[in-house]
Nanobody, 120 residues
Framework: QVQLVESGGGLVQPGGSLRLSCAASGIWLSINTMGWYRQAPGKKRELVATMSTGGSTNYGDSVRGRFTISRDNAKNTGFLQMNSLKPEDTAVYYC??????????????WGQGTQVTVSS
């Protein structure tokens, strides 16, 4: 079984910064793409950012230029640096990872989510 645990969420003022972390634990052959999604109340879950094992990145239009995704493959941890935060960034942020399991199947796992609130 693979678990993803997010941390780093909280309350921040507009214009501020937060750094989210996502720690993966369990047994696997490899972790492929890692990513972040978010869901605000009453809205659909949306892409924030993804990063492949090789470092290729993809960002949602609303966060491009303000957020940066990174990962430490040696520590099986992903990060999301969020700068210039806006009230509309308020949401629950979820970490995801596409994991090659020991039976060679590929499965996408999700974390439990961490709340980010941007408010003065």
């Amino acid at each position: 079984q693979v678990q993803l645990v997010e941390s780093g969420g909280g309350l921040v003022q507009p214009g501020g910064s937060l750094r989210l972390s996502c720690a993966a634990s369990g047994i696997w052959l490899s972790i492929n793409t890692m990513g972040w999604y978010r869901q605000a109340p009453g809205k659909k879950r949306e892409l924030v950012a993804t990063m492949s094992t090789g470092g290729s990145t993809n960002y949602g239009d609303s966060v491009r230029g303000r957020f940066t995704i990174s990962r430490d493959n040696a520590k099986n941890t992903g990060f999301l640096q969020m700068n210039s935060l806006k009230p509309e960034d308020t949401a629950v942020y979820y970490c995801t990872a596409a994991v090659r399991r020991t039976d060679w199947t590929l499965m996408v796992y999700w974390g439990q989510g961490t709340q980010v609130t941007v408010s003065s």
